[in-house]
């Protein structure tokens, strides 16, 4: 009897060992491509994003010449081979750090991120391209704080509207959720900001867009006496607040949410990082 333990035990550690094995087995590079900015330095990406096709493309930022850090979008092949490059500067000829990358069905690519204006500081700025790289346009957003504008997520639906969020300095109500509607011409729908009662720091961490245009921001609030919560908006396509949820973990201390997704049901699904009596990882439904 133990001799057959023994050997059923041996033929499962071996199934095993040879499932596991042609599991990684599976998997192998097919591609690297490496980019090295104008200015031979820092360069380093954010975002990603693929296409049907499985055309891949990239956003970051890179050391340019004489501006500082530029945004940089890079458009590869399936096969990874550079289909296009195009770098953003902005108008304060500074710093720009793109952070987020999305793609319609045309092949349209959407960026957004933060860029120095002038006596403006930090502005989202946001950029269309076509499937070839030509730039569509641009459109930046400084707040009514009129300093630091960073644009963290961005998104398209179906009718090629834009959804680009972020947070921003308010007015005398400290750093606030900024998030804005485009239209596929580039033109500013709505606008709305969300501040919590402290007037303190409402910090956007990832946005999700459903079928219907309703949009799903996550990020960060500061609590009362909670440390920083996290905090979740749902507005309609018309820009108006449906609900805000907040969730404060069972330590009291700091949460903080990093990405949002939402099933073809609506249902709604946050995850992060929740203090409790140690720091734990943990999705909210």
């Not at 550079?82 to 953003?88: A, I, L």
């Amino acid at each position: 009897m133990i001799k057959k333990i023994f050997i059923l035990t041996l033929f499962y550690i071996l199934l095993i060992l040879v499932t596991v094995q042609n599991i990684f087995s599976q998997v192998t590079q097919e591609w690297v491509a490496r980019y090295d900015g104008p200015g031979n330095s820092t360069d380093l990406a954010n975002s990603i994003a693929v296409d049907g096709s499985g055309n891949v493309y990239v956003t970051g930022y890179c050391t340019a010449s004489g501006t500082d850090y530029d945004y940089a979008t890079i458009k590869y092949n399936s096969s990874g081979v550079t289909q296009w490059e195009k770098r953003y500067n902005g108008p304060g000829n500074l710093n720009d750090y793109a952070s987020s990358i999305a793609i319609d069905v045309s092949g349209n690519v959407y960026v957004t991120g933060q860029s120095e204006g002038i006596g403006t500081y930090f502005d989202y700025a946001t950029i269309k391209y076509n499937s070839s790289g030509v730039q569509q346009w641009v459109q930046r957003y400084n707040g009514p704080g009129n300093y630091v504008d960073a644009a963290r997520s961005i998104a398209v639906d179906g009718l090629g509207n834009v959804y680009v969020t972020g947070s921003g300095t308010g007015n005398g109500t400290g750093v606030d959720y900024a998030t804005i509607k485009y239209n596929s011409s580039g033109d500013s729908v709505w606008v709305k900001r969300y501040n919590s009662n402290g007037n303190s720091v409402d910090a956007v961490s990832k946005m999700a867009v459903d079928g219907s245009g309703n949009v799903y921001v996550t990020g960060y609030s500061a609590g009362s006496g909670t440390g920083y919560d996290y905090a979740t908006i749902k507005y309609n396509s018309s820009g108006v607040q449906q609900w805000v949820k907040i969730y404060n973990g069972p330590g009291n201390l700091s949460d903080y949410a990093n990405s949002i997704s939402v099933d073809n049901s609506g249902n709604v699904y946050v995850a992060g990082q929740s203090r409790g009596a140690e720091l734990q990882r943990i999705m909210q439904q």
